[in-house]
């Protein structure tokens, strides 16, 4: 019997075109919107990041899981700014021990936005190999530095697991927020005055057509 890693292929694609639809959303069932292929899609075109994804699939070509990553030069980008990696760095060792330019370019290992980050997956085993081939791009690619940033408790755990000596920090908590609303007109009634305001000019404006939004 073939094992796990011999019944997988695991593969790097440069864009999720190549994905389908139906496949990804079928891994990132329940993840958020942020690991969607829709949102994915849009952060490609940041032009200072070099997507790649790293998939796994089984020996029937099934896709078993899934990791996009992101080679950024250090330059500005439409993307938050908050993922760059030499500022955690610099809050334990303070400005002068963190050189910015010694370590870009980065290879950030999953989503880049949302401040949610984790392998798509049905299996332990197909995360784990997502993982692992992802940090190895970061050698073949040139880059000076790997982070995965913002991982989910899940997340977290199976980087530890899969990768040797990396080292973990404690950056931000994850959140959750009650909805005590019964609807939308009774959020907007809960916001102060000025805010509730500003929803209504911004409604009327997309009611009378003078603004659009688009992806």
């Not at 329940?30 to 690991?35: A, I, K, Q």
């Not at 849009?42 to 080679?71: F, H, K, N, W």
């Not at 332990?124 to 913002?150: D, N, T, W």
């Amino acid at each position: 019997m073939p094992t796990m890693a011999e019944a997988q292929r695991v593969e790097t694609v440069g864009s999720l075109v190549a994905v389908g639809v139906p496949e990804w959303e079928r891994l990132a069932a329940g993840r958020g919107l942020y690991l969607s292929h829709e949102w994915l899609q849009t952060i490609e075109r940041d032009r200072a990041l070099q997507p790649q994804y790293t998939l796994a699939r089984g020996s029937d070509g099934v896709l078993e899981a899934a990791m996009p990553s992101y080679l950024w030069d250090g330059a500005g980008g439409w993307t938050t700014s908050t993922y760059d990696v030499t500022w955690p760095v610099s809050k334990l060792l303070g400005d002068a021990g963190v050189q910015r330019d010694e370590w870009f370019p980065t290879l950030l290992v999953g989503g880049r936005t949302g401040y949610v980050n984790e392998p798509v997956g049905l299996s332990p085993g197909g995360s784990s190999a997502v993982i692992a081939r992802s940090f190895e791009l970061a050698g073949e690619l040139g880059a000076r530095s790997a982070a995965a940033m913002y991982l989910t408790r899940r997340g977290a755990d199976e980087v530890v697991e899969t990768i040797d000596g990396i080292v973990t920090l404690l950056w931000g908590v994850g959140t959750a927020m009650d909805v005590e609303w019964d609807g939308f007109e009774g959020y907007v009634a809960s916001l102060n005055a000025h805010r509730r305001t500003t929803v209504k000019r911004d409604l009327a404006r997309f009611a009378a057509g003078e603004a659009v939004v688009t992806v």
